[in-house]
């Protein structure tokens, strides 16, 4: 059973930054496809990057494209999003998901088999 944590969460003005984390104390996430999901009040569920077992080849979500970057540490059983320039909209409660099959943790899909509690991201203007 993998049990995911997620760090770094907090309130930050538009245009700054903060760095997620994301681990699991249990099993290893070296054979887990990684993404970061978010949800705003009212709004549904957003999937927000993904990133491959190696960590060479990420995903984005349009509109945060060359804001955010997805890596991961498998030495460290951790996995990262660097968040800058942050907007107003980009505010919500972010949660760090895995999935042994990319498929399942996708845009499309969103069924990844783990989920983290999450960790909010308030942006003011």
């Known amino acids: 059973q993998v049990r995911l944590v997620e760090y770094g969460g907090g309130s930050v003005q538009a245009g700054g930054s903060l760095n997620l984390s994301c681990t699991s104390n249990?099993?290893?996430?070296?054979?887990?496809?990684m993404g970061w999901f978010r949800q705003s009040p009212g709004k549904e569920r957003e999937w927000v990057t993904s990133?491959?077992?190696?960590?060479?080849?990420?995903w984005y979500l349009g509109t945060v494209r060359g804001r955010f970057t997805i890596s991961r540490d498998n030495g460290k059983n951790t996995v990262y999003l660097q968040m800058n320039n942050l907007k107003p909209e980009d505010t919500a409660m972010y949660y760090c998901?895995?999935?042994?099959?990319?498929?399942?943790?996708?845009?499309?899909?969103?069924?990844?088999?783990?989920w983290g509690q999450g960790t909010q991201v308030t942006v003011s203007s």
């Open positions: 998901a895995a999935d042994p099959a990319l498929i399942r943790c996708s845009q499309a899909v969103q069924e990844c088999k783990y």
């Open positions: 249990s099993e290893p996430l070296t054979t887990q496809f």
């Open positions: 990133i491959s077992t190696s960590g060479q080849i990420p």
